[in-house]
């Protein structure tokens, strides 16, 4: 499933004729679009015949009925990197989080960490950092976390997977 990117779960049946309840988990509600393809856990494709965005419901081809559509709930909805990146637009210096995983964290040259994932804490995102073993060594924590926010964050060098920051060590000694 690594390939796969998680981007909603089905809900319970809506109606008679197939209808879902769809809870996105993606910042891209535009993709859930008539004709796209969406992939289950185990590999099986599912395809949108309509999606209502104002009551989140979506109806898949081939699941016609209440009973047809209801050995779907409960089930995640995941598509690929690529289709992301088709499917989906970003604005000037906005990230999938697919990008920013992995990036490691430079604060004023000083090697922090690698990102090991982000959890949303609203307002905000926040990057999940494995600690660089040298400062775990020096009695620094194994990970930390700092807000996904220009305060903090610099640039991002997509290509290099590098994240340069402000002040983020602070928080690593506050950790």
């Not at 494709?45 to 419901?57: A, D, G």
């Not at 995640?76 to 999938?96: G, H, Q, V, W």
């Not at 804490?121 to 999940?128: A, H």
């Not at 290509?159 to 690593?172: F, Q």
């Amino acid at each position: 499933m690594n390939k796969f990117i998680q981007i909603a779960q089905i809900g319970k049946t809506v109606g008679l004729k197939g209808e879902l309840k769809l809870h996105i988990k993606s910042d891209f509600p535009e993709q859930f679009k008539k004709g796209n393809h969406f992939f289950t856990i185990d590999e099986n494709i599912l395809t949108i015949e309509k999606y209502n965005k104002n009551r989140s419901v979506v109806k898949f081809i081939e699941y016609d009925s209440k009973e047809d559509a209801s050995v779907l709930t409960n089930q995640f909805l995941y598509s690929t990197i690529e289709k992301s990146r088709e499917n989906c637009n970003l604005s000037k210096d906005e990230y999938f989080w697919f990008d920013i995983i992995g990036a490691l964290i430079y604060d004023n040259e000083e090697l922090l960490g690698q990102v090991i994932s982000i959890e949303r804490f609203e307002p905000n995102d926040f990057i999940i950092i494995k600690t660089n073993f040298k400062l775990v060594e020096n009695g620094y924590p194994n990970q930390f976390m700092i807000p996904y926010i220009d305060r903090y964050i610099l640039d991002f060098d997509k290509n290099k997977k590098i994240i340069y920051t402000k002040d983020a060590k602070g928080i690593l000694e506050n950790s």
